[in-house]
């Protein structure tokens, strides 16, 4: 018996199966990089938030420091989202994120910011941050998709077991005996 079985099995009840072998798993790649990249926006965002005027700072972006706590906080909320049930959005809102921060890099990538080197080490760990975001976000949207199918249309149906017509005509035929009894 492995060890993750062997695990598994200490928290089980008496009366339960045990576990003889633990097989892959069923989170998949993009899931796994959803949840990455959650926390990874959560712990930006916290850096963000905290350490505003520092990062304002090394960009050359003096005056910015709101800016940033701003993008900090969306940061968190989109890390959130995507640790949720609905990973695709929050995956989606780094991303709609992700180039909100390239434009705000863009306008600092200047020849008189003296911090410009560091603007351009960010703009390019920006860029692989989106590639991945952009990466997670449509594996994730692809995994829970319905596979291009369009949904079903229920329109003709009513609730009733025997349609419609048969509903009134049992109401009338119930309202008669009613009537007729009293």
Do not use: C
């Amino acid at each position: 018996m492995n060890v993750v079985a062997k695990l598994t099995n200490v928290t089980r009840s008496p009366g339960d199966p045990k576990v003889l072998k633990a097989g892959p798993s069923v989170v998949g790649a993009s899931e796994k990089l959803a949840r990455r990249l959650g926390w990874f926006s959560i712990a930006l965002g916290v850096a963000e938030l905290v350490g505003g005027e520092r990062i304002a700072r090394a960009l050359g972006m003096s005056g910015k420091e709101d800016l940033i706590r701003a993008y900090g906080a969306r940061e968190i909320s989109s890390g959130i989202l995507s640790l949720s049930v609905d990973k695709q959005a929050g995956l989606w809102s780094r991303v709609a994120g992700d180039g909100l921060d390239i434009a705000t890099l863009l306008t600092a990538y200047r020849h008189d910011n003296p911090k410009r080197d560091n603007v351009g080490l960010a703009l390019a760990m920006f860029a692989g941050i989106t590639l991945l975001d952009i990466i997670g976000a449509k594996g994730v949207t692809a995994r829970h998709s319905r596979g291009g199918t369009r949904p079903r249309d229920y329109g003709d149906r009513s609730g009733f077991p025997r349609g419609t017509a048969a509903a009134r005509d049992f109401a009338r035929s119930q309202r008669s005996q009613d009537a007729g009894a009293a």
